[in-house]
């Protein structure tokens, strides 16, 4: 299923960062100058040094000295207008790439992130992008710089002599018989190094940000034995990447000094047979040093190629995934119509422990309260995410009055209906920042902030810190605790004025004191709203004028709190246990 990542690929990545083609001209152009000046500096330091062995050449030495100024000068300011130039572009296309990638991952589905870890993520989106600045704003400036070196050298070496410089030209291919498979070695590789890293991220993130586990289960010397594994994985594909680097050197060395024994014999049988002087030999033989440097740059620069292009395939893969087309559809005021599940069917794509949910029909009058009761992993947070459509369903329907949701676009709906999760989410920033996520800033003011958090009864707690709604909380600030975080989602749904409101157990594992405030400030704000409330305490949601009983992805009884008494033998047991247990 997975396509092969080709060279084309790895191109119209590098292109659809846009680098600009001017910078990139003006780039090399300057370098380009600035490597023709450096190679011809040297013949008039020679000519500076050979005329101090004639007698009444001061005027001759002092305009050498000049020329060697001035070349000199225009070879370094070409220089920096280069380097400056290509370094630009590489920041540009790196920005760029980020930026893509950044916009991608923030609008993939919810099925993305099921199967993809964030620390990874992360490291796609820091570290392999950064592979991509040093190709193009140092490997492509000595790449052309090389090219300019070996053509002037290609020309003095015909002029000197043209039969000589075949026998050199016989080795070039040697070359690429050497690069072709080292270069999808290295590819491989470099691959495999950024998997490591972004699988080392990932758990350094996870270990430092589930330290109180590790504390807690003393999994210190686990965790030290987890690392030690990954960051030994990361070495040994680093080390296989120097091998193969270190070996490249000596064997291009190899291809040299075959090449320059070939001009010694068969320049040797010339000088002999006379068609060949001893001086054009080694002038010759100079060049051919000379160009050395640039062909063994020439080869770095493809295997950096290859590097990169391995580096670079899972940012490729990633901006290939299709995102959620928020936009999509109508714009629809959801006010005053009911919602209704229609044998909606459902399974998660990326588990195989065979839950699924079956046939699932609701029916939700505008201003109704409905409950999910039932065991853990029955199905009911899963039916919440269909609403709120996380995901797509398999088959079936969910309809506004008699409109199918999916024409509605994503962000008109998602915007009408709150959603308290099971997991209160916080960002880290100030308390007011986390209750204006996702608002426009200007629309809320202080008191429509402060009157939601009182309705939340989170006012209480947030009017006690020192800095109030400025309060920096989540990771560098002060920790909240666990119905704290809850009121505070209540308080952020409560600030949208959603028509729809899902809640997934809000009261669940809290003190009844807490339980008592945040059941208040769940009443208040599901007044004139359309609710639909998952709930462990029966007595939460004994009032809800439909309640649904969930289990194993079926819903196998429904009615009123004394109906489903009647009725289903599993609630009552609940509510028995439940009533036993004080609850
Ligand atoms: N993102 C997910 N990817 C794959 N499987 C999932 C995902 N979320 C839940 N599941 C699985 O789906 C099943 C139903 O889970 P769900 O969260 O809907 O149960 P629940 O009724 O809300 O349980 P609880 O009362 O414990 O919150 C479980 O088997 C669970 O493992
Ligand atoms: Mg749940």
Redesign the pocket.
């Known amino acids: 299923m997975k396509s092969e990542y080709t060279w084309r690929n790895f191109y119209s990545l590098l292109l659809s960062a846009h680098p600009s083609r001017l910078k990139l001209i003006f780039g090399i152009v300057f370098n380009g100058i600035s490597a023709v000046l450096a190679s011809i500096l040297p013949i008039f330091i020679q000519k500076v040094i050979d005329s101090f062995s004639q007698q009444g050449q001061q005027v001759v030495i002092g305009n050498y000295y000049l020329i060697v100024f001035v070349i000199f000068f225009i070879q370094a300011v070409a220089q920096v207008i280069g380097n400056y130039s290509l370094n630009v572009v590489g920041v540009d296309v790196v920005t760029n790439l980020r930026i893509r990638l950044w916009n991608k991952v923030v609008k993939l589905p919810?099925v993305f992130f099921?199967r993809n870890n964030s620390g990874e993520l992360s490291s796609r989106i820091v570290n392999d992008t950064s592979m991509i600045y040093d190709l193009v704003s140092r490997e492509v400036a000595q790449f052309f710089n090389a090219i300019i070196y070996i053509s002037i050298g290609v020309i003095v070496l015909f002029i000197l002599d043209w039969k000589l410089l075949i026998v050199v030209l016989f080795g070039i291919p040697l070359f690429f018989i050497l690069f072709i498979p080292v270069g999808r070695i290295l590819s491989k590789i470099s691959k495999n190094i950024q998997d490591s890293i972004a699988n080392l991220n990932e758990r350094a993130f996870q270990m430092t940000s589930e330290n109180t586990l590790t504390k807690i289960s003393s999994a210190e010397n686990f965790e030290i034995g987890i690392g030690k594994k990954k960051i030994a994985t990361l070495k040994q594909h680093l080390v296989k990447q120097i091998k193969i680097l270190a070996f490249l050197t000596p064997v291009v060395n190899l291809i040299v000094m075959g090449i320059v024994i070939s001009i010694i014999t068969y320049g040797g049988i010339r000088v002999a047979d006379g068609t060949l002087s001893v001086g054009t030999l080694i002038g010759f033989m100079i060049v051919v040093v000379m160009i050395i440097n640039p062909i063994s740059n020439l080869s770095s620069f493809f295997s950096e190629l290859q590097r990169t292009k391995g580096a670079t395939e899972r940012i490729s893969e990633i901006l290939n995934e299709r995102v959620e087309k928020l936009e999509l559809g109508q714009n629809i005021d959801i006010r005053g119509k009911s919602l209704r599940l229609r044998e909606v069917e459902f399974r998660?794509?990326?588990?195989d422990?065979g839950?699924k949910l079956n046939n699932i029909n609701m029916s939700i009058e505008v201003g109704s309260k409905h409950a999910?009761v039932?065991?853990?992993?029955?199905?009911?947070?899963?039916?919440?995410?269909l609403i709120e459509r996380l995901y797509d369903l398999d088959s079936g329907e969910i309809l506004l009055g008699n409109l199918n949701v999916n024409e509605i676009s994503l962000k008109s709906w998602r915007s009408q209906i709150g959603y308290v999760s099971?997991e209160n989410d916080l960002i880290s920033g100030t308390i007011k920042e986390n209750l204006l996520y996702g608002l426009i800033e200007e629309n809320v003011d202080d008191t429509d902030i402060i009157f939601a958090c009182k309705a939340a009864f989170a006012w209480e707690f947030i009017e006690e810190m020192s800095d109030k709604l400025d309060t920096m909380i989540g990771e560098r600030g002060v920790t909240l605790s666990g119905g704290q975080r809850q009121r505070l989602s209540i308080a952020r749904t409560f600030l949208r004025n959603p028509n729809i409101l899902l809640l997934?157990?809000a009261t669940a594992n809290l003190d009844s004191n807490s339980e008592k405030q945040i059941q208040d400030a769940i009443d208040n704000i599901m007044k004139g709203r359309t609710v639909i409330a998952?709930a462990?305490r029966l007595s939460t949601i004994i009032n809800s004028d439909q309640i649904y009983f969930?289990q194993e992805?079926t819903i196998t009884g429904y009615g009123t709190h004394e109906e489903l008494l009647g009725s289903h033998h599993l609630y009552k047991e609940f509510y028995k246990q439940q009533m036993e247990s004080g609850l």
């Open positions: 919810k099921d998660y794509q990326n588990q422990d839950f999910l039932g065991p853990s992993g029955g199905g009911k947070s899963t039916i919440l995410a099971q997934d157990e998952i462990h969930v992805g």
